[in-house]
C-alpha cells in the first residue's frame, strides 16, 4: 500500500508530470530539465528525487552528468502508471511544447553556459 501512495503522490504535481513526459523522450540530466521547465535547478533536482524515491525513474552517471530516464523494471504499481501515463497528456500544448525542446536541447551547450 506505500509504495502506492507513493506513486500516487509522486505524480501529483505538474512539474513532475512534464519531467516524466519529457523523458518519455530521451533520457535527461538536471541541467537540461531546468532549461526546459524553466525553474531553479534545486527545485528539479527535488522534483527528480521524489520521482526515483517512488521507482518511476532510474538514475546513472555518464562522465561528470547524472542521466535520469523512465525506470526500466518496478512493481507492478510503477509500471501500470507508467504505462497509463505513456497514452496521456500527449495532447496537452505545455506537454507537447516540452518534449519538442527536450528532443533539440544540447546538452554541452546548456551545461557549459550555467557553469
Keep these: 500500500m506505500r ?3 507513493r506513486v500516487f ?3 501529483a504535481d505538474r512539474n513532475r508530470i512534464r519531467i516524466l513526459k519529457m523523458l518519455e523522450a530521451k533520457p535527461m540530466c538536471v541541467c537540461e530539465i531546468t532549461e526546459v521547465l524553466g525553474i531553479a535547478q534545486p527545485s528539479v533536482s527535488r522534483h ?3 520521482l526515483r524515491d517512488a521507482g518511476l525513474l532510474d538514475d546513472e552517471k555518464d562522465g561528470i552528468w547524472t542521466n535520469y530516464c523512465l525506470s526500466r523494471s518496478g512493481d507492478d504499481v510503477v509500471v501500470t502508471m507508467l ?3 505513456s497514452r ?8 507537447r511544447i ?3 525542446k527536450a528532443k533539440k536541447i ?3 551547450k546548456v551545461c557549459t553556459v550555467k557553469r
Excluded: M, P
Excluded at 88 to 95: A, S
Design 88 to 95: 496521456w497528456g500527449n495532447e496537452d500544448g505545455v506537454i
Design 3 to 5: 509504495n502506492i501512495e
Design 83 to 85: 504505462s497509463s501515463l
Design 106 to 108: 544540447e546538452r554541452e
Design 48 to 50: 527528480l528525487s521524489i
Design 98 to 100: 516540452d518534449r519538442e
Design 9 to 11: 503522490k509522486a505524480i
